[in-house]
């Protein structure tokens, strides 16, 4: 049964690009939660999905990031027009239909050049 | 005051030495609890759910105290791959349910040390 799976594990990107970063929940979970490590700090909370809903997005920045769970295919965290200050490791979450534990995935490492 | 709060550390422990993590949390309306962990540079790692009647899976035993909303991890007997950072990790959502955003402390470092 494999885990949570998320694509790139690394990505580079030049100020002002965009980047798309994929998560797919283990089998039969359907939530799916995006985290957002800087370096030398602690995980902060994104924003929480089901199926094709945005459940809670309090911890979004207000511009340039954007978070989708389509019906088909897997959760995409988009960031546009990327700057410095986005350098930072986004780890994906996911958790079953009737809630319960979180299970994350590697992680996604994104360096702004 | 920080939503969730832990003791960053380091400790450093000798094999075999039992060490014990605290944590405290803001919100009294919690209602899920847990202790997980993080090795360098890699994806966090449910060690346990904490429950208010604590448990225990095998060197590790956690308690949850509601009244002073406290957490604690206790790791008898010390390997060298406990060694990581322990992060104390809170479900704030008001609603009860078990699902929604984890609020997590900076972590506690631990090295454990032949």
């Known amino acids: 049964n494999a885990g949570v799976m998320q694509n790139p594990r690394h990505l580079v990107r030049r100020r002002g690009q965009e980047a798309r970063l994929r998560c797919s929940p283990m089998?039969?979970?359907?939530?799916v939660y995006w985290y957002r490590q800087l370096p030398e700090e602690g995980l902060k909370f994104m924003v929480y999905l089901q199926k094709e809903n945005i459940i809670d997005e309090s911890g979004m920045p207000k511009e340039r990031f954007s978070a989708e769970f389509p019906k088909e295919g897997p959760s995409i965290l988009r960031i546009q027009q990327v700057v410095r200050g986005d350098s930072a490791a986004y780890f994906c979450a996911s958790s079953p239909p009737l809630g319960g534990e979180q299970y994350f995935g590697p992680g996604t490492r994104l360096t702004v050049t | 005051r920080k939503e969730v709060e832990q003791d960053p550390g380091p400790f450093n422990v000798p094999e075999g030495a039992t060490v014990a993590f605290n944590c405290t949390y803001s919100n009294s309306a919690s209602q899920s609890f847990f202790w997980y962990r993080q090795d360098c540079r890699k994806e966090p790692k449910l060690l346990m759910s904490?429950?208010?009647s604590g448990n225990e899976d095998g060197r590790f035993t956690a308690q949850l105290n509601r009244a002073s909303q406290y957490i604690s991890l206790l790791i008898r007997d010390s390997k060298l791959s406990d060694s990581a950072t322990y992060l104390c990790v809170v479900n704030m959502d008001a609603g009860g349910t078990s699902y929604g955003k984890l609020t997590f402390g900076q972590g506690t470092i631990l090295t454990v040390h032949p």
């Open positions: 089998k039969g979970h359907s939530h």
């Open positions: 904490v429950y208010s």
